[in-house]
């Protein structure tokens, strides 16, 4: 076992060189090393026109919020036309900013702002499906050539006279992942909603449009493309049924996860689409450009994604794996497992949140939540947060009437709060003024959350350790040379504390502690990680009691429970 583990990552270590050397011989042009970069979720992040909901010229003009942050990137989920069942995940039109976001002189002023301030743009590109209100889906729908083959197209199977799906595949969002269309006279395949029918990456002509996307984005400026659901591109060409998983027992015969998804998800075939868009990307002048990738998989499929063009295939340990219950011993887990997993020279990525989890002090609870932001800090790599997090927010519960997200909705009235990712997708808290001041409507797309008095920006930026404080001196640090090529311990003092130590050659080192204790206690930590005897409090989380730039006696220390501090 050991040895298999060895020789791959050892394959792995040879097959990452040769690819990064053949890339980019520096590492140098990847802006991206060593910084954090900021989700904005479009639909909540700033509302300019007064209609509820978040658009372009809305975040042009808070644009300098995240120059203070200090990011290096902007991420915008899907601008584009659509039809809004999945909330810009459906969409009608991939070279079109749907009107709701503004228009694409309003983009070319986003980008031309975003240059100005030195900030990269990266958009989200949604290859997997397009809204059943593409006009490719209805030229498929009429047969019409090539479009004919853009989809994935099934006849019936006749089973005792009455008509059945071709096989037992099912949606991410519960039920059969395939649609009758009683036009065309076939099923058609929707890993997602009914209206988001999976393309077909077997037609040639498919794959030249999906290009002609990326190219008609670059042209305009952008910096490069967060591509979601990638490992379900491609689906096995026999259709076979999919094997019951074990968890098919005590699950509804509709939920995904009752089967082993062999044919549908995380094909080989993912890997070659996403290295023919890396040439597109990589044949493009100016600033190199970024792929992220989203896949939520194994570590062997997720790192798989290295050697393939991806730069930050995304790393959702901390959302996924990181419990209540872990303790120190299993953040430790958690955080070595994924480093040791990492081909060699590949780049480690850390994902704090997004629009489809939930918020860490909801999912976790507040007092995890500067904990999460200091340890994608410390830790080596790209940070990836997601609008919000750097102010705390939580989720906002919904009532099923209030609910809109299509994984809510079709889980039913039982289970929506199982699988609905409202919550987490309220708008941003900019100050305790109408809607938060995301909009001067009273009425929101989404409701506020109520808790905005509190936690809002601009009262933040007035308390010296609240979240949003923290989390720019966070950024900042990302930049210190003891960070970016330091070595990496992650170490447990006596089960109460969680020590990851950044250490470069004849230097202090940069040391992160986290009292994962509920109360007070005191170490000699100075020998237990081989510390100096004295450091300084560089940042420190409001449970630890303890101020920015006090002295620490080492070999005595102890923070109050909860507590974390990042000491240099
Ligand atoms: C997005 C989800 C969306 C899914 C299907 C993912 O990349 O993050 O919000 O529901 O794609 O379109
Ligand atoms: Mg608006």
Redesign the pocket.
């Known amino acids: 076992m050991l040895l298999t583990v060895v020789c791959v990552q050892l394959i792995w270590g040879l097959v990452g060189l040769r690819e990064s050397v053949a890339q980019n011989a520096t590492g140098k042009d990847e802006w991206w090393r060593d910084t954090f970069i900021y989700q904005v979720y479009t639909r909540s992040f700033k509302d300019s026109n007064g209609d509820g909901v978040g658009d372009l010229n809305g975040i042009t003009s808070k644009l300098e919020h995240l120059v203070d942050l200090g990011v290096s990137a902007v991420w915008l989920s899907p601008i584009y036309a659509s039809p809004m069942v ?1 909330f810009g ?1 459906d969409i009608s039109n991939f070279t079109a900013i749907d009107p709701i976001f503004g228009t694409i002189d309003d983009f070319t002023r986003l980008i031309a702002r975003a240059k100005a301030l030195k900030l990269k743009v990266v958009l989200d590109f ?1 290859p997997n499906h397009s809204s059943d209100t593409h006009p490719w889906f209805v030229k498929s729908v009429q047969r019409v050539k090539p479009f004919d083959e853009y989809y994935v197209w099934k006849d019936a199977r006749i089973v005792n006279g009455t008509r059945k799906p071709p096989n037992n595949w099912l949606s991410q969002f519960q039920g059969s992942a395939w649609e009758w269309n009683d036009q065309r006279k076939q099923y058609y395949y929707h890993q ?1 909603t009914a209206r ?1 029918p999976d393309f077909n990456y077997s037609s040639t002509a498919l794959q030249e449009e999906m290009k002609n996307v990326l190219r008609f984005w670059l042209n305009r400026g952008v910096d490069g493309f967060r591509i ?2 990638i490992n379900y591109l491609i689906e096995d060409s026999h259709f076979l049924d999919e094997p019951k998983s074990s968890s098919a027992s005590f699950l509804p015969a509709t939920d995904p996860n009752s089967l082993k998804h062999n044919y549908t998800v995380d094909r080989d075939q993912n890997y070659d689409i996403l290295q023919a868009w890396r040439r597109v990307l990589d044949s493009t002048n100016g600033t190199r450009k970024v792929i992220m990738t ?1 896949a939520y998989t194994t570590p062997y499929f997720t790192m798989k994604f290295h050697q393939h063009g991806s730069n930050i295939p995304f790393n959702f340990n901390l959302i996924r794996n990181i419990k209540l219950s872990s303790g120190a011993l299993g953040c430790k887990g958690v955080i070595d497992g994924y480093l040791n997993e990492l081909p060699s020279g590949a780049l480690p990525n850390w994902v704090v949140g997004n ?2 989890n939930r918020r860490t002090g909801s999912r976790l609870n507040s007092r995890w939540i500067d904990q999460i932001n200091m340890i994608a800090a410390v830790l080596p790599g790209v940070a990836i947060i997601y609008n919000g997090d750097e102010i705390g927010m939580i989720d906002r519960p919904m009532a099923w009437n209030e609910t809109l997200d299509p994984a809510g909705i079709n889980a039913g009235p039982l289970n929506y709060k199982f699988k609905s990712r409202d919550s987490a997708r309220t708008p941003f808290q900019w100050d305790n003024s109408t809607s938060a001041g995301f909009s001067s409507n009273k009425k929101t797309w989404l409701p506020v959350n109520s808790n905005y008095k509190t936690v809002n920006l601009a009262i933040q930026k007035t308390q010296p350790y609240s979240h949003y404080s923290l989390m720019k001196k966070l950024i900042s640090l990302k930049k210190n040379p003891i960070l970016r090529n330091g070595t990496t311990e992650t170490t447990i003092v006596h089960y109460a504390y969680l020590a990851i130590v950044r250490r470069l050659q004849n230097q202090s080192p940069v040391v992160l502690l986290i009292n994962v204790h509920k109360t007070l206690v005191r170490y000699d930590i100075a020998a237990f990680i081989n510390a100096p005897d004295k450091m300084t409090v560089y940042a420190a989380n409001s449970w630890a009691n303890i101020s920015v730039g006090a002295q620490v006696d080492m070999t005595n220390f102890g923070i109050d429970g909860y507590g974390a501090v990042i000491l240099i």
Do not use: K, L, N, R
């Open positions: 999945d995940y949604v997602f988001q979601g659901a989203e629009h489809d």
